[in-house]
T-cell receptor
Framework: DVKVTQSSRYLVKRTGEKVFLECVQD?????MFWYRQDPGLGLRLIYF???????EKGDIPEGYSVSREKKERFSLILESASTNQTSMYLC????????????FGDGTRLSIL | EDQVTQSPEALRLQEGESSSLNCSYT??????LFWYRQDPGKGPEFLFT?????EEKEKERLKATLTKKESFLHITAPKPEDSATYLC???????????WGAGTKLIIKP
């Protein structure tokens, strides 16, 4: 089975802090994704990566950056956390360039105080 | 504009009462339609992929079907453990990204 592991289930940070969310997948997937999920707004794509060191902006990249130095690891960085970034963050991975399903981690619930 | 609409927003059923969830989509060339189940506080769990109109997939009490405009997730004789939010997403040709619906929250009462 595909396993996508997010480093923290719950995280509390202060406004202005630099925050790192880590995601690791064990299936040698080429593609990795970061979403945030908010009540009433559904899943929104922040960034994705289709190869090591490659990244593409999603629908809401402002205030975020990403890093993919190794194939199995995809990091989301909040450069200067703000209260409107309080959310559930979900990482996903998928295989290849075709229409393969994305597999998700269990999420990090991030609170910015 | 590519779009996915799920209905109803919420559905309450008695245990054993069969029903269907709807996912209507507008996309410029369908590459795939995906169904997921999401339990509270957890990430979405992949259920099915459908690629072309007329295709059907089954898993236990769930059956997914696809037409050129919509997909249905039929649930037969549901049990309380089927309670979850069910998400639908489509992928357009030439894109990595998925377009997500808002989900249907399914509650099965014993």
């Amino acid at each position: 089975d595909v396993k996508v592991t997010q480093s923290s289930r719950y995280l509390v940070k202060r406004t202005g802090e630099k925050v790192f969310l880590e995601c690791v997948q064990d299936m040698d997937h080429e593609n990795m994704f970061w979403y945030r999920q908010d009540p009433g707004l559904g899943l929104r794509l922040i960034y994705f990566s289709y190869d090591v060191k490659m990244k593409e902006k999603g629908d809401i990249p402002e205030g975020y950056s990403v890093s993919r130095e190794k194939k199995e690891r995809f990091s989301l960085i909040l450069e200067s956390a703000s209260t409107n970034q309080t959310s559930m963050y979900l990482c996903a991975s998928s295989h290849g360039t075709g229409n393969q399903p994305q597999h998700f981690g269990d999420g990090t619930r991030l609170s910015i105080l | 504009e590519d779009q996915v609409t799920q209905s109803p927003e919420a559905l309450r059923l008695q245990e054993g009462e069969s029903s269907s969830l709807n996912c209507s989509y507008t996309v410029s060339g369908l590459r795939g339609l995906f169904w997921y189940r999401q339990d509270p506080g957890k990430g979405p769990e992949f259920l099915f992929t459908l690629y072309s109109a007329g295709e059907e997939k089954e898993k236990e009490r769930l059956k997914a079907t696809l037409t050129k405009k919509e997909s249905f997730l039929h649930i037969t004789a549901p049990k309380p453990e089927d309670s979850a939010t069910y998400l639908c997403a489509v992928q357009a040709k030439g894109n990595y990204q998925l377009i997500w619906g808002a989900g249907t929250k399914l509650i099965i009462k014993p």
